[in-house]
């Protein structure tokens, strides 16, 4: 969790940005995401942990091999989330769909979809973050390990723009 002044994806202004690849830089403490995440989902004969790369591709991971699982994850083109590399999914075949953090859902209602386009049988979802404050909705029921609502505000009533500091784009090391 980084504190400054961020612009999200959304278009909106935040002191608070969630950079979860600093975590799972560290895989051990990958490890111990899997391992909580797979412990709410045991028990469920869950045969395979999808999730949308990049950002679910490590946590997914973790969590299939803690349930013993296969492990693919989607990915998009042309903006349509797809199943690549040859990856496939057997009929009826009780998934998970994993991602490091959930904002509005769209990345894994996507991968959802297309896991069910090819049969799949997708049982759960599962974040380690999911910065909604509970509140998204992706169709199937859905495991946070934390859950928090991140205050973001339009430009105009930016505090932090009042004062003149430097608006940061995650992920980019220029200020916008
Ligand atoms: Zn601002």
Redo the contacts with the bound molecule.
């Keep these: 969790m980084l504190e400054g002044?961020f612009?999200l994806s959304s278009g909106l202004?935040s002191s608070v940005y969630l950079q979860c690849a600093l975590v799972l830089q560290h895989p051990d403490q990958a490890a111990e995401f899997g391992q909580a995440i797979a412990d709410e989902f045991r028990g469920r004969d869950i045969h395979l942990v999808a999730s949308p790369a990049i950002g679910g591709i490590i946590v997914g991971h973790e969590v299939a091999r803690a349930l013993g699982a296969r492990f693919i994850w989607t990915e998009r083109q042309d903006g349509q989330m797809t199943l690549r590399r040859g990856f496939t999914v057997s009929p009826n075949e009780k998934t998970l769909v994993v991602e490091d953090v959930i904002t509005t859902g769209g990345s894994t209602r996507d991968t959802i979809a297309a896991l069910r386009s090819s049969g799949a049988d997708v049982i759960g979802a599962a974040s380690i973050i999911d910065r909604s404050g509970g509140h998204v909705d992706v169709g199937v029921p859905l495991v946070s390990l934390a859950s928090l609502s991140v205050p973001s505000?339009d430009?105009a009533n930016?505090?932090?723009?009042k004062y003149g500091?430097p608006?940061v784009k995650p992920g980019s090391r220029k200020s916008a």
């Design positions: 002044h612009l202004h505000v430009a930016c505090e932090a723009c500091t608006l």
